[in-house]
């Protein structure tokens, strides 16, 4: 029903700052929140930050936290995410997610609780 697309991943040099841009369609029904989160090779997926629609708050991973924004555009659906003071351990495959309904207190900070995936952007960082 919902139909996530990112884009503006690739390499990067350490230090860049890309803005990485994942865009909604479809069935959207009530954007509760959407987020960023990141899979590197053998390791779980987390969370990088997401962004309540309706509340406006905003949470960060404690590894992101102070070198990435999370901003929405609400009329395009649109999230992004943008990454400053880019770091080698930042390689990953960057996921948006969109939650479309109350999942509870705190839910839209856990992978758990999403209900669409886009297919992912890499990012690769080098030094």
């Known amino acids: 029903q919902v139909q996530l697309v990112e884009s503006g991943g690739g390499r990067v040099q350490a230090g860049g700052s890309p803005r990485l841009s994942c865009a909604a369609s479809?069935?959207?029904?009530?954007?509760?929140?959407m987020g960023w989160f990141r899979q590197a090779p053998g390791k779980e997926r987390e969370v990088v930050a997401a962004i309540t629609w309706n509340g406006g708050t905003t949470y960060y991973g404690d590894s992101v936290k102070g070198r990435f924004t999370i901003s929405r555009d609400n009329a395009n659906n649109t999230v992004y995410l943008q990454m400053n003071s880019l770091k080698p351990e930042d390689t990953a495959v960057y996921y948006c997610a969109i939650q479309t309904y109350y999942r509870g207190r705190h839910s839209y900070t856990l992978r758990e609780k999403y209900d669409y995936w886009g297919q992912g952007t890499q990012v690769t960082v080098s030094s």
């Open positions: 479809g069935r959207t029904f009530s954007n509760v929140a």
